[in-house]
């Protein structure tokens, strides 16, 4: 074990090298819907801030935030160019359903696949709804779990005050 | 010297650059006699306790994590072996996009799971985490290879190994995955209209042969194939597995081989989705000891295609995969009548309508010492025609939804469902007459302003087999727990973003028991302020029967006080 120990610290010290942009992005791979590999750590929305949303179709408080989301989302769009990921922790048993199921919902975000739960981890997200708001940089600026009715406007607001 | 100082500089960027982050979660339960719903002892058990808490570090391209759980002692309903504190789960990655290591505990799926997947699912106490090396390597862009070599989770059982052991047969895990995307492969795909990509498995498991009586496999094997295939609006998945004989205390110690095969085809576009899918298992439990029962130390995973109900009487009888065996077949359409228009209004109408049905497969005898036998231990178990459906159906829904934002203040969601249940199989009440029921839920908001707004439901389950005065023998009466019909109401009060206030009340008023005519009555306060939630419950929970992800566990009746605190960091 303490061999070990020492070979870890070892590894991590040559790599501590490579410092890098510090962003709250882990570097996990998922898909899209499309089955594009999308690695996490390059999410950007050209230095607008933007939103990865955690959710499930088997999950009522999750479609009812993004049935609301989807409602404003061109307004948010239109004035302050963010951009919202809805990552679903759907499993095998309910992916192939996730995109006629976004589609017949109408709603116009970037759907990511986490189907066992990789980014869910990563992210610490325990249950879903589970909303991140990252700044240009992708950094978490704000996050929230759970939704109430009308909660879209304070995730709003606080898009609002990074914006640049 | 200089190098001390190199090292030094690395350590302070390994610290600054580095970041932490983590989550909390607490569980906790007061039980309380309730002569009313039947708990007259509580067999010492007054608090039950379930926590966890784990750390990430990511500098880069390494992270690294671990996660200490407690259950102190585990709530009820959970496995009594949970029992105990610990450090769980622990790993390390490097990952630099062509090449990636894990050490530790690993979760990962091949496909859609039918021959491996190992995950965590805290809701149910479940972790079959493979404690062990993982490898993938990305050679070329669309190309992705994985290899798994270790040993799962079972609960808190230590990983020695075998010599050192006295009561542990789990085996070793290895698998291989490949995975060929042709779009992202082949330059000129690269914005085809037409989506290919190929995947293929092969994972063994090499367990010890501890048995008495039979002569189990040392060295079993799994291999599987998948193809996704999407052109335009359509899109089209399939997987078949296949498992070479595996005698184990699940499928009674048969020596037949296991299969199965997931197929889904689908249609989108904007405001319509319809999707079918298709499933038949045959014996494709595998588990890496051969002696596990319920989800013990399951390699694979096992999808049930029906849909999951997020109402409480709708999902009170939620389908759980049978390992053994089953057709399943399942249709959904969604539908957004366009704003706008006469049915669509204002904000549009939504539209959703399921069906879905699983059976037996049809299992034929098998000769064996000059006796034809099905199932029988120790036999080569029995023959299936892979095209037959048998007569005995396990479930079946057909439900329909409708979404409609009326206007800015009102917001109203209803749901009908048709639902057969065999109860006998699914949660094995030997001799139970199978649940066939209506089911319907009114689920209204009203936002009285921008902050605050009420929410109730009305539910309710009308049983069409178990009547009130239902001829029961006085030794089957506890099979008819729960039984019958159901009334529920919820009233919700919430002051967006932080308060929520909850009173429900369910009620067995159908019941052809008149003394489990109860009502299961309970208060809910919930407080969230960003990442962090706390909920604080009172009252009676009824028996059930909580899934995630079609893993199902049992929850007994309860009644007592329920905190939970969760966070994320």
Known sequence: MKRLIVLM????????????????????????????????????NDGKPFVVTFWATWCGPCIKEHNALNEVYPDWQAETGVKIYAVSIDDSRTTAKVKPFVEGKGWDFDILLDVNGDLKRAMNVNNPPHTFLFDGNGKIVYQHTGYFEGGEEDLYEEILKIKK | MLLLGTLSLHAQSFVDQAQVSGSFQTDAQYYRLDQGIGITDLNGKKLGINGFG?????????????????????????????????????????????????????????????????????????????????????????????????????????????????????????????????????????????????????????????????????????????????????????????????????????????????????????????????????????????TGLQNDLDINFIPPINYTHTHSLPSMYTYSTQPNGEMAAQFQVNYTIPKGTALGGKYGTKLAFN??????????????????????????????????????????????????????????????????????TIEGHAGAPAVEANIGFLDVT??????????????????????????????????????????????????????????????????????????????????IHDATRIMLSGGRQSEGVVCVGGVCRTVPASSGVTLTVSTSF
């Open chain 1, 9 to 44: 610290a070892a590894v991590l010290f040559a790599f501590g090298l490579q410092a890098q942009q510090k962003s709250d992005l882990p570097g996990v791979t998922i898909k899209n819907l499309q089955g594009k590999d999308v690695n996490i750590a390059k999410l950007t």
């Open chain 2, 54 to 290: 784990k750390i990430n570090y990511t500098y880069g391209d390494f992270s690294a994590g671990m996660r200490f759980e407690a259950f102190l002692p585990e709530l009820n309903g959970f496995r009594r072996e949970l029992n105990g504190v610990g450090l769980a789960n622990f790993f390390a990655t490097y990952d630099n996009g062509f090449v990636g290591v894990t050490v530790g505990d690993i979760y990962d799926q091949f496909g859609s799971g039918l021959v491996f997947r190992t995950y965590e699912e805290w809701s149910l106490g479940m972790d079959n985490a493979l404690r062990g090396v993982r490898t993938v390597i990305r050679p070329a862009q669309g190309l992705t290879f994985k290899g798994v070599y270790g040993r799962q989770r079972y609960f808190w059982a230590p990983y020695l190994e075998r010599e050192f052991e006295i009561d542990d047969y789990r085996g070793i895990v290895r698998g291989i995955d490949g995975e060929w995307d042709l779009n992202q492969s082949i330059p000129a795909m690269h914005n085809a209209e037409f989506k290919m990509s190929l995947g293929g498995s092969f994972v063994s498991k090499k367990q010890y042969d501890m048995s008495l009586f039979y002569y189990i496999p040392e060295n079993v094997g799994a291999a599987a194939g998948r193809v996704n295939l999407a052109y335009g609006r359509f899109a089209f998945t399939t997987e078949y597995a296949y498992k070479i004989n595996d005698p184990s205390a699940i499928n009674n110690y048969i020596y037949k081989e296991g299969q199965a095969l997931m197929s889904s085809l689908s249609y989108s576009q904007k405001g319509l989705g319809v999707v079918l899918q298709v499933k038949r298992t045959d014996n494709m439990s595998f588990k890496s000891m051969y």
């Open chain 2, 355 to 424: 069906m879905s049905q699983v059976n037996d497969i049809v299992r034929d005898s098998v000769l064996d010492h000059g006796q034809m036998v099905i199932n029988k231990k120790g036999t080569l178990g029995y023959t299936s025609n892979f095209f037959s459906v048998s007569d005995h159906r396990f479930f079946r829904d057909i439900n329909f939804e409708i979404d409609k934002k009326i206007d800015k203040d009102w917001h109203v969601t209803a749901q009908y469902i048709n639902l057969y249940y065999d109860i006998e």
């Open chain 2, 446 to 527: 009203y936002k009285i302003n921008k902050r605050q707004s009420l929410r109730f439901e009305l539910q309710g389950l009308w049983e069409k087999e178990v009547k009130k005065g239902y001829a029961y023998d006085e030794s089957e009466k506890k099979d008819y727990q729960k039984r019958g019909d159901w009334a529920f109401g919820l009233l919700e009060y919430t002051i967006t973003p932080h308060w929520s206030f909850s009173i429900a009340d369910k009620w067995n008023y159908g019941n052809p028991v008149p003394e489990f005519r109860d009502h299961y009555f309970t208060g809910t306060v919930s407080y």
